[in-house]
């Protein structure tokens, strides 16, 4: 299975701040069609994840552009800035591209 | 707009069987693979297979850590989706959810597996 590893396992961050997350896959995550297939998620407490970012750098419909994505084969990072009350949860990076498809541990975004 | 809602969670005894049910509403059912993800309690998410649309045929592709005890499958004229679970075993525990896609969630619903 491919092993996502995401760092840090929590983050502290002052209201209006910036910060980023980073995942790393055991394995390039290109796919024989050319595409990418890593997302980014994230769980408020009580809820169902909800999509954020997909194919690495593409924002979902509704989602600010505070949230961007980036990075290529096996490294990626997920950055917010202005982070706001909203933003706090845990983030999942997940991978699309092997099967069994496989989600990180998550990243816990908390205030300062 | 889209809405997934799970139902048929609750307790199961340890090598029972279950099913659970998604109904789907606020858009063309046929057109999407459909997912089901399970989380246990302050875990990551495990993905454990999906069924595809109709242009591909609503075939099924499932993770090894349940094949075989599991089965995906739909029935596209009452936009259902359903995971049969059977063996179950306390590490099953977990919520459960359907998904359209990678894209959209249920908000799950809870399956406890325990004596």
């Known amino acids: 299975d491919v092993v996502m590893t995401q760092t840090p396992v929590s983050l502290s961050v002052s209201l209006g701040g910036q910060t980023s997350i980073s995942c790393r896959s055991s394995q390039s995550l290109v796919h024989s069609d050319g595409n990418t297939y890593l997302y980014w998620y994230l769980q408020k407490p009580g809820q169902s994840p909800q999509l954020l970012i997909y194919k690495v750098s593409n924002r979902f419909s509704g989602v600010p552009d505070r949230f961007s994505g980036s990075g290529s084969g096996t490294d990626f990072t997920l950055k917010i800035s202005r982070v706001e009350p909203e933003d706090l949860g845990v983030y999942y990076c997940y991978q699309g591209t092997h099967y069994p498809y496989t989600f990180g541990a998550g990243t816990k975004l908390e205030l300062k | 707009e889209v809405k997934l809602l799970e139902s048929g969670g609750g307790l199961v005894q340890p090598g029972g069987s279950m099913r659970l049910s998604c109904a789907a509403s606020g858009f063309t059912f046929t057109d999407f693979y459909m997912y089901w993800i399970r989380q246990p309690a302050g875990k990551a998410p495990e993905w454990l297979g999906f069924?595809?649309?109709?242009?591909?045929?609503?075939?099924?592709e499932y993770n090894p850590s349940v094949k075989g005890r599991f089965t995906i499958s739909r029935d596209n004229t009452q936009n259902m989706l359903y995971l049969q679970m059977n063996t179950l075993r306390a590490e099953d525990t977990a919520t459960y959810y359907c998904?359209?896609?990678?894209?959209?969630w249920g908000q799950g619903t809870l399956v406890t597996v325990s004596s």
């Open positions: 069924i595809r649309n109709k242009a591909n045929g609503y075939t099924t």
């Open positions: 998904a359209r896609a990678v894209v959209r």
